[in-house]
């Protein structure tokens, strides 16, 4: 794949993305797909509507709006910004490896969110980042749901048309830091700071560096969120149901824990899956309401098939591929293990494979 891929923050202003696109059309760039990151929030949800219709009404460019599961960039890093850049990144990470020109915006969202992206940006190398400045009317009007019509000639979703006065697509400089990704792997294997960073770099400040880039990298599921994760595998396995490890014919029933008890794990399993881009809303839901139910039932099956199709992570997609090897997954489907040992279980052994842990 090639052409040109436009990655940017969302908050309530589609013409903070929008305006963008159409800026990189007057300087000759073709963006063939436009995809924004936003925090959970009605209102980014709505423009997000509004740039699809938009950007449908322009033809030719494909839109995917992404979220975040919070509905505002506050407390602890894990919850919100290391996430929120990890998503950025994934998208930079897997439109480089597609071929394609990668353009990040910092303008749309939150100051936070922008500061975020191009932090992203330059973690997985992307090719430009951009600032769009406009003028106040436009800006003003940008933040009114009233004037933000669906409409290339727009002003307040294209300030293009107003004339060369009205807008300018900022190129913002960045380095590049994706040798980070490298020894942020390194240190997550083995614990230890790689050589030369305590030594030659950040003398006595490797180690706090290497805990703070963990809820960076790698994109889409960071070290941070994987760690919990596998606190809630220990959890579940513990309390609920697992396949014995010994013995792949046998599911060993525990039951320690009340159906409560369960579903936050299961929750916070599924949303932690979300956020990185395992999940989309649509899938997230359904196997909620699967959680109990066996993984051998028709239904089960096609949700998580349903969820393949859209996992942007590759966890799903990793499955199907690779279930042919892995007797434990044909021995959950003829015993009939709930979905969520099914996918927690399934998720240890993607995170063993991919070297995640």
């Known amino acids: 794949m090639t052409g ?23 300087k000759d760039i073709k963006i063939n797909q436009v995809i924004t990151v936003g925090m959970a929030h009605q209102g980014v949800r709505d423009a997000a509507a509004t740039l699809d219709a938009l950007l449908r009404r322009v033809g030719g460019v494909a839109y995917k709006a992404c979220y975040i599961d919070a509905e505002e960039l506050r407390g602890a890093v894990q919850d919100a910004s290391g996430p929120f850049a990890a998503r950025v990144g994934l998208y930079i990470d897997r439109a480089r490896r597609a071929g394609q020109t990668v353009h990040v915006a910092v303008t749309g969202g939150r100051s936070g969110m922008g500061a975020l992206a191009a932090l992203a940006a330059q973690i997985y190398r992307a090719h430009h980042l951009y600032h769009l400045w406009v003028d106040e009317e436009i800006e003003r009007g940008g933040a009114d749901p009233t004037r933000v019509r669906p409409d290339p000639e727009n002003p307040y979703v294209n300030p293009t048309i107003k004339g060369k006065d009205a807008w300018n697509l900022v190129p913002l400089p960045f380095v590049d830091l994706s040798s980070w990704i490298e020894d942020a792997e390194k240190y997550r294997q083995s614990g230890q700071v790689p050589e030369g960073w305590t030594a030659d770099r950040l003398v006595g400040e490797g180690q706090p560096m290497f805990e703070a880039l963990s809820h960076y990298v790698p994109a889409g599921l960071t070290i941070a969120m994987a760690q919990e994760l596998l606190g809630l595998i220990a959890e579940w396995r513990e309390n609920v149901e697992w396949i014995a490890e010994d013995d792949p014919t046998t599911a060993m029933s525990i039951g320690k824990i009340d159906r409560a008890a369960q579903e936050a794990i299961w929750h916070r399993a599924l949303s932690i899956l979300y956020t990185a881009g395992a999940l989309d809303d649509e899938s997230r839901e359904s196997l909620r309401r699967l959680m109990g139910e066996s993984i051998a039932g028709d239904y089960a099956q096609r949700s998580v098939d349903k969820a393949r199709e859209k996992d942007d992570l590759g966890f799903f997609k990793w499955l199907a591929a690779n279930k042919d090897v892995l007797t434990m997954l044909a021995t959950l ?25």
């Open 4 to 26: 040109h891929v436009l990655i940017s923050p969302l908050g309530f202003s589609p013409g903070a993305v929008s305006g963008v696109y159409f800026a990189l059309e007057q």
């Open 333 to 357: 489907i003829a015993l009939g293990p709930s979905v969520g040992t099914f996918v927690l279980q399934s998720i240890e052994l993607w995170m063993k494979a991919v070297g995640i842990i």
